[in-house]
């Protein structure tokens, strides 16, 4: 079972490589680089060490624009899904404010942040708060207010309320769609991270892609390319396995 | 016996968008100390609605529910809920779902007086096991467990076999019988199934259709443990199906 899939899932990577071989076949550095032509980069880059550095600052980066939005975004969530005062006067805000990229903010963040030290970063870093914020507020807020009204009436049934309430009731409760929130959120951060580095900052994958374009080494930027996918799916695969711990641990495994 | 539960009058009148709907339309019940009374009515006609309502989880539009002479405003320990399918929380072992209720106990107390419910509804070797590795009927006594370890005076069920199969529900109500007898607890059921009504019930009220009232209350005196197929049985079966307007 687990060897079909794995045997399926090959069949469309070579099927690609193929393609992408056959397409490119004989393009120079300066062109479209073909599968042979990435790899030789990938090495290249990796020796070079540059590339290590450039990881390291894309996922610094994410790592506190995603802690922050978590940090702000699942308190604040809660408090909407469970007041609908609350929930009346900002949730409209917040699905207006959603739809807009979080590019889109970079020109501000450049005002709000340009005076001070690491300016380029923490403008980064606001842009990757402003992706990550918004799906994890809006399933905050959707996981408290359809919290189970059995659990609401059993909890005042048995004199459970305030503080004890929000850890043994709200947070158990809601854990499982602010996990699924959470792994959206990373994963948006994750992509809005290399454009957000493509614009105003010198280092970082979305840097290396840029630099390598300007530099006219197409072999490098496909390299990159190959880096971001595969820290992608390593995050990814990571939220994967603390969410799957996290509700096993509470004996509430899906399925 | 002294009166434990007076209804009086009770009117629930809900304001949705399409307006207001009547639901209880002067309801008057006595509860008695320590009976097994059972609600019986047609569907929708407001059961649960009565049952929240002396639950404390609604108020009242008028009229009153008053239990030992104060009136019902609040959910409280002292009347507990026991909940159609499973209210148990699925995050908590059997264990942490019986001791919910009970606060701040230092461990031994806590723990002494959990397994004590857990005997008691014959849950022993499960404490660490979580809800959705137990069957239905299992859930439903953690439930049972869970409500009792509070000690209250009053336990109100609203359908609580009703997602059981039909085998579970059989054996379910022999067990609540069980444990009713043993802690003397006032029980108050709803159901709309009138076999079920008969077996448990010391006596049973019957409400009318939707706006409800009470349209009478019977006693019964059968002895248990009760015989479907017992003339009287059948026959109290009978009364009520034709109080309910059922043609048999
Ligand atoms: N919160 C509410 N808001 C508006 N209408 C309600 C509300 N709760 C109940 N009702 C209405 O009150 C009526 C009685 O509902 P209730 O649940 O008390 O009936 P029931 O006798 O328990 O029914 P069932 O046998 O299906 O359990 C229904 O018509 C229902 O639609
Ligand atoms: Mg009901």
């Given at each position: 079972m687990k060897l079909r899939t794995l045997l399926f899932g090959a069949i469309g990577f070579a099927l690609f490589l193929g393609f992408w071989h056959w397409q490119t076949y004989g393009n120079a550095i300066g062109d479209l680089p073909g599968p042979w032509l990435t790899a030789r980069g990938l090495g290249e880059i990796a020796v070079q060490g540059i590339?290590?550095?450039?990881?390291?600052?894309?996922?610094?980066?994410?790592?506190?624009g995603f802690s922050l939005a978590a940090g702000i975004g699942i308190p604040l969530g809660l408090a909407l899904g469970w007041y609908p005062s609350l929930r009346a006067v900002f949730n409209p805000l917040v699905q207006a404010l959603r739809p807009i990229s979080p590019i889109a903010w970079l020109p501000f963040a450049v005002i709000l942040f340009g005076g001070y030290p690491m300016s380029s970063d923490l403008s980064a870093i606001f842009l990757l708060f402003m992706s990550a914020f918004f799906p994890i507020v809006t399933a905050s807020t959707s996981a408290a207010a359809s919290l189970d009204p059995r659990y609401i009436r059993s909890a005042s049934n048995f004199g459970v309320g305030g503080i004890a309430f929000f850890r043994r009731v709200m947070l158990p409760a809601t854990l499982p769609q602010i996990l699924t929130g959470l792994r959206l959120a990373l994963g948006i951060a994750w992509v809005v991270v290399v454009a957000a580095e493509m614009l105003g900052v010198e280092s970082g994958l979305g840097y290396q892609v840029m630099d390598s374009?300007?530099?006219?080494?197409?072999?490098?930027?496909?390299?990159?390319?190959?880096?971001?996918?595969?820290i992608g799916l390593l995050l990814d695969m990571g939220m994967a396995r603390i969410e799957a711990a996290a509700l096993a641990r509470r004996g509430m495994s899906r399925r | 016996m002294s009166t434990?539960?007076?209804?009086?009058?009770?009117?629930?009148?809900?304001?949705?968008?399409?307006?207001?709907?009547d639901v209880l339309d002067g309801v008057d019940l006595d509860v008695m100390e320590g009976e097994f009374l059972v609600i019986v009515g047609p569907s929708g006609c407001g059961k649960s609605t009565l049952l929240n309502c002396m639950a404390g989880f609604e108020l009242v539009t008028s009229g009153s529910i008053?239990?030992?002479?104060?009136?019902?405003?609040?959910?409280?320990?002292?009347r507990v809920f026991v909940f159609q399918e499973a209210g148990i929380f699925p995050w908590f072992s059997v264990w942490d779902n019986i001791g919910f209720g009970l606060g701040n106990l230092p461990f031994e107390e806590k723990h002494e007086i959990v397994m004590r419910y857990i005997r008691l509804v014959g849950l022993e070797g499960f404490e660490k096991a979580f809800p959705s590795e137990l069957s239905?009927?299992?859930?439903?006594?953690?439930?049972?467990?869970?409500?009792l370890a509070v000690e209250p005076d009053v336990l109100y069920l609203d359908e609580p076999f009703g997602a059981l199969d039909a085998l579970t529900r059989l054996g379910m109500r022999s067990e609540i019988i069980r444990i009713w007898r043993e802690t003397k607890k006032t029980?108050?059921?709803?159901?709309?199934?009138?076999?079920?009504?008969?077996?448990?019930?010391?006596?049973?009220?019957?409400m009318t259709k939707r706006p409800a009232t009470v349209h009478s209350v019977l006693q019964n005196d059968l002895p248990r443990p009760r015989d479907p197929d017992h003339p009287g049985f059948r026959a109290l079966k009978d009364k009520i199906f034709g109080i309910l307007g059922v043609e048999r």
């Open positions: 590339l290590w550095e450039n990881i390291v600052a894309s996922v610094f980066r994410v790592a506190w374009r300007n530099a006219l080494r197409m072999d490098y930027v496909a390299a990159a390319m190959v880096v971001i996918a595969l | 434990k539960i007076t209804v009086r009058g009770a009117h629930k009148v809900f304001s949705t968008k399409k307006g207001d709907v008053r239990i030992d002479g104060a009136e019902v405003r609040e959910p409280s320990r002292k239905g009927g299992m859930k439903q006594r953690v439930e049972f467990a869970r409500a029980c108050i059921l709803v159901t709309h199934d009138v076999e079920e009504a008969v077996e448990l019930a010391d006596r049973i009220a019957v």
